[in-house]
T-cell receptor, first 112, second 114 residues
């Protein structure tokens, strides 16, 4: 059974710092991995999608990497800003369908 | 291009009642998935519909059901509501649900069961 873990559960950093969020999964046979952002009480905003054949994806200040053999993904945020404060969720595609298995998320606070 | 829309945004029901939630996917998307989010369990997959057929189902009791219409809009129904059904219900859509398809989420329906 696929399990997804995100460490740390919460993180507080000063503005401008570069940071890394971690995601690990137990079964390396994933179809894809997607990172989301969720603001309090809101839906999820897609940040990056990495297909199983890819090693990384970049969008602006965000870079996500995928290492299937070790069951890990990282989300790198460069030059963090207070507007980056949110909960970040990673989710693995459980098959060639729309089913995603989510981690519990990392709540990030960026202090001005 | 309009995003995923969900109605209603908020619902208050009492135990034993039933509720129907609606999700309109992004135009051209044929896969719609439903998730339940609670503080204790996080995000849990309920089911996925593709071309009006349930393609995948999570580990939820039969009180939770859904359907998809020919225009890809989807509804989920919860019968005999329990206090523990209070949650944020999110739907997501993608073109086909395949590995290269990015999933886009709606704003959710906040259900409170009293």
């Amino acid at each position: 059974k696929q399990e997804v873990t995100q460490i740390p559960a919460a993180l507080s950093v000063p503005e401008g710092e570069n940071l890394v969020l971690n995601c690990s999964f137990t079964d390396s046979a994933i179809y894809n991995l997607q990172w989301f952002r969720q603001d309090p009480g809101k839906g999820l905003t897609s940040l990056l999608l990495i297909q199983s054949s890819q090693r990384e994806q970049t969008s602006g200040r965000l870079n996500a990497s995928l290492d299937k053999s070790s069951g890990r993904s990282t989300l790198y945020i460069a030059a963090s800003q207070p507007g980056d404060s949110a909960t970040y969720l990673c989710a693995v595609g459980a098959g060639n369908t729309g089913k995603l298995i989510f981690g519990q998320g990392t709540t990030l606070q960026v202090k001005p | 291009k309009a995003g995923v829309t969900q109605t209603p945004r908020y619902l208050i029901k009492t135990r034993g009642q039933q509720v129907t939630l609606s999700c309109s996917p992004i135009s051209g998307h044929r896969s719609v998935s439903w998730y339940q989010q609670t503080p204790g369990q996080g995000l849990q997959f309920l089911f996925e519909y593709f071309s009006e057929t349930q393609r995948n189902k999570g580990n939820f009791p039969g009180r939770f059901s859904g359907r998809q219409f020919s225009n890809s809009r989807s509804e989920m129904n919860v019968s005999t509501l329990e206090l523990g059904d209070s949650a944020l219900y999110l739907c997501a859509s993608s073109v086909t649900g395949a590995d290269y398809n990015e999933q886009f989420f709606g704003p959710g329906t906040r259900l409170t069961v009293l």
